[in-house]
């Protein structure tokens, strides 16, 4: 999508081991977020961020962290990965505090956990 | 919690039929949002009806808005094959730090 990259696309990894996911925008919005999407779960927020240091948890954080030292990029860390976070991550970006302009949604990241 | 429940899950219509889903939601919002998204895509933001309008038209999409019953409906007219997508709704509260949350949404099939 226009403006927003998430790295990588696919990435298959061992339970246990530290996994990174990057989410770049090139739009300067202030706004982002992190969800995972599971069959039968729709998308769940596990972070965002307000902008540069300023983050919070969502509704699934338990297991991740993130961190935004620059406005352009916001990462997902999961310290030590299992198999229940193998799911989609998306990233999404907001101009707006109150979502009037709506989010804009990276193409997500495949993550699985062996 | 402010999130919105689509329904149908599913629907399966043949190309040229109207497409029609519904949100509900449990606490006052000041707007509601629509997405699309297509198989293996991220979502994609279709239309936001704010409190105080009770209908919006964006091309062949029609969104209606009751607040007094906290629902939402989005109509697909002439629907296409390329219509084919899970689409979900986005109530949002404007005040505090917040972000949008989403239910499961409903499936829609479109048949050529």
């Known amino acids: 999508d226009a403006g927003i990259t998430q790295s990588p696309r696919h990435k298959v990894t061992e339970t246990g081991t530290p996994v990174t996911l990057r989410c770049h925008q090139t739009e300067n919005h202030r706004y982002m977020y992190w969800y995972r999407q599971d069959p039968g779960h729709g998308l769940r927020l596990i972070h965002y961020s307000y902008g540069v240091k300023d983050t919070d948890k969502g509704e699934v954080s338990d297991g991740y962290s993130v961190s935004r030292s620059k406005t352009e990029d916001f990462l997902l860390t999961l310290e030590s990965a299992t198999s229940s976070q193998t799911s989609v991550y998306f990233c999404?970006?907001?101009?707006?505090?109150?979502?009037?302009?709506?989010?804009?949604f990276g193409s997500g990241t495949r993550l699985t956990v062996v | 919690s402010q999130q919105g429940e689509e329904d149908p899950q599913a629907l399966s219509i043949q190309e040229g039929e109207n497409a029609t889903m519904n949100c509900s939601y449990k606490t006052s919002i000041n707007n509601l949002q629509w997405y699309r998204q297509n198989s293996g895509r991220g979502l994609v933001h279709l239309i936001l009806?704010?409190?105080?309008?009770r209908e919006k038209h964006s091309g062949r999409l029609r969104v209606t808005l009751d607040t007094s019953k906290k629902s939402s409906s989005l109509l697909i007219t002439a629907s296409r094959a390329a219509d084919t997508a899970s689409y979900f709704c986005a109530p949002t509260r404007g005040t505090g730090r917040r972000a949008l949350t989403f239910g499961s949404g409903t499936r829609l099939q479109v048949q050529p």
């Open positions: 009806i704010r409190s105080n309008e």
């Open positions: 999404a970006i907001s101009e707006s505090e109150k979502s009037f302009y709506g989010y804009t």
